[in-house]
């Protein structure tokens, strides 16, 4: 059962400190590690506070043997109450820059706060300058981050890492998604309309649509998560790009799906065929903004897919 700080005696107050900083040096350091390949000038500003969080550790350590031997208990955050439970960084694959920052800056703040009411606590004058020392220095934590930044991340590193950031967006949540979004778009159109000309009842062509366009996503989740592990490609979490190409799948089927809600199954068939082109013009605009292919060839290519399917669905109806 966790213990109250308030109840914690000097020893224990300095042995749950250096067990602090020698988690928070390894969570830098797992950080470093995890960025050091796609944003290297990040990666070292982890280093060099790793390195901070270390030098902690040493003076706090030899406080600790100066007032009571060599024997340091493990006291960790866990034992005590009130410390926030971070997840471990080496779970969290791909690392993004925004959420490694944040979590620096929350726990600056948790260490902080903890050695601001250590010192209170303690009743040795050198312990507690010590600690008042060390929350000086956390809290000048953001402030070194900050000159580190500025020291290492030149714009042209700055430059490097935003296309890196790009290039791994792209990967992981762009071409799964857009994959999804082609798919459910194109390959429910013959059936649905199919149905729809076979039977001229919206509620039937709502039914086939809906089984169509869900059947796709889970169709198109599997295979995409199946597809890769990410291991080598650096396409990122199986899970997260099946998860995106199976919604983006289905939504593509499910929109022009939808206007059959319309009883009138000629109204219902003309803004599905309206929905149909939004979307054809939709995926025209993702391939230029983020595949770089050029507008009118990306439209002409999905547009001409498009109709293709959409004829075939019409003629296998009417037939």
């Known amino acids: 059962m966790a213990k109250r700080f308030s109840d914690l005696t000097d020893a224990e107050i300095l042995s749950l400190a250096i067990s602090n900083e020698e988690e928070d040096s390894r969570i830098y350091g797992d950080i470093a590690d995890g960025l ?15 390195a901070e969080e270390q030098q902690h550790r040493r003076s706090l350590t030899d406080l600790f043997r100066q007032r009571f031997g060599e024997h340091i208990p493990l006291i960790r955050r866990q034992d005590v109450r009130g410390f926030i439970t971070h997840r471990p960084v080496w779970l969290v694959r791909p ?47 953001s402030a070194l981050a900050e000159h580190l930044e500025r020291e290492h991340l030149t714009d042209q590193a700055r430059h490097t890492e935003d296309e890196a950031h790009r290039r791994l967006f792209i990967l992981r949540i762009v071409q799964p998604g857009l994959a999804g979004l082609m798919d459910g778009s194109v390959s429910t159109l013959a059936p649905l309309f199919a149905a729809a000309f076979a039977t001229h009842s919206s509620t039937d062509a ?19 998560a199946l597809s890769d592990d990410g291991a080598l490609s650096g396409r990122g979490t199986p899970l997260l790009r099946g998860l995106v190409c199976g919604l983006m799948t289905c939504a593509g089927g499910i929109g022009h799906t939808l206007p059959y809600i319309i009883p009138n199954f000629r109204a219902a068939t003309a803004v599905a065929a309206l929905v149909v082109a939004v ?41």
């Open 36 to 50: 050091r390949a796609n944003y290297p000038a990040t990666a070292t500003v982890f280093e060099e506070m790793q």
């Open 95 to 141: 690392l993004g820059i925004k959420a490694v920052r944040r979590l620096a800056e929350t726990m600056e703040l948790e260490t902080r706060r903890f050695y601001e009411r250590a010192a209170h606590r303690t009743t040795d004058a050198s312990t507690r300058k010590l600690l008042t020392d060390l929350a000086e220095a956390e809290a000048k934590h």
């Open 279 to 319: 979307e054809l013009l939709v995926i025209s605009y993702i391939r230029k903004r983020y595949m770089d292919t050029p507008f009118v060839s990306a439209a002409l290519q999905v547009i001409l897919g498009g109709l293709l399917v959409f004829l075939t669905g019409i003629v296998i109806g009417v037939a």
């Open 206 to 224: 709502l039914k086939v649509g809906l089984a169509a366009s869900v059947g796709a996503g889970i169709s198109m989740g599997f295979a995409e």
